[in-house]
Nanobody, 121 residues
Framework: QVQLVESGGGLVQPGGSLRLSCGAS????????MGWYRQAPGKQRELVAA???????NYTDSVKGRFTISRDYAKNTVYLQMNSLKPEDTAVYYC???????????????WGQGTQVTVSS
């Protein structure tokens, strides 16, 4: 069993910063990638940022230059540093990870429970 537990959401004013954290725990053989998605009311869930096991990153265009994803491999934890936040960044942010629990079973996708980020004055 694998669990992803997020923290760090909250209410922030426009231009402010927040840092999200997500730790993976349980039976983990290998983590292929970790990332963050978000879903605003009435919209589809979208990829925000992701980081591979090799450290390669990708970001959706709207957050480039403002958000930074990083990973602590020893702690199986991924972070999302969000700067210069805008009202349009308001959403529930979900941690996502592709994890293999042993060397036989193919890796599968796991999701966290979500954390609310609200950008408002």
């Amino acid at each position: 069993q694998v669990q992803l537990v997020e923290s760090g959401g909250g209410l922030v004013q426009p231009g402010g910063s927040l840092r999200l954290s997500c730790g993976a725990s349980g039976t983990i053989f290998r983590i292929n990638s970790m990332g963050w998605y978000r879903q605003a009311p009435g919209k589809q869930r979208e990829l925000v940022a992701a980081i591979t096991s090799g450290g390669s990153t990708n970001y959706t265009d709207s957050v480039k230059g403002r958000f930074t994803i990083s990973r602590d491999y020893a702690k199986n934890t991924v972070y999302l540093q969000m700067n210069s936040l805008k009202p349009e960044d308001t959403a529930v942010y979900y941690c996502n990870s592709i994890i293999a629990t042993d060397w036989v079973v193919p890796a599968r996708t796991y999701w966290g429970q979500g954390t609310q980020v609200t950008v408002s004055s």
